[in-house]
């Protein structure tokens, strides 16, 4: 069993940096693939980034090159630093988990977090 809790949203200024934290508990979080998807009201909730348990990532194009994701395998921690943010960029994130392969449809992830609000002003 893998228990996630996401940290780190708040209230930021456009063009701004947030980073969200996602502490894994359970032993099987080294060998497991984390994804940080999103959430806007109305929206259905999308795929942002992923890592594998050998730290191969995987990003959607709407971030790419604004966020990074890592991991810290000894903290047992998932990490997004998120760059030059944008209104759009304003959801509720979610942190996920999978076994071993990085996915990117949300039905593949078996495991959730209760997410974070993540809010930006123009």
């Known amino acids: 069993q893998v228990q996630l809790v996401e940290s780190g949203g708040g209230l930021v200024q456009a063009g701004g940096s947030l980073r969200l934290s996602c502490a894994a508990s359970?032993?099987?979080?080294?060998?497991?693939?984390m994804g940080w998807f999103r959430q806007a009201p109305g929206k259905e909730r999308e795929f942002v980034a992923a890592i594998s348990w050998v730290s191969s990532t995987s990003y959607a194009d709407s971030v790419e090159g604004r966020f990074t994701i890592s991991r810290d395998n000894a903290k047992n921690t998932v990490y997004l630093q998120m760059d030059r943010l944008k209104p759009e960029d304003t959801a509720v994130y979610y942190c996920?988990?999978?076994?071993?392969?990085?996915?990117?449809?949300?039905?593949?992830?078996?495991?959730w977090g209760q997410g974070t609000q993540v809010t930006v002003s123009s």
């Open positions: 359970g032993r099987t979080f080294s060998s497991s693939a």
């Open positions: 996920a988990a999978r076994r071993y392969t990085i996915k990117r449809p949300t039905s593949e992830y078996n495991y």
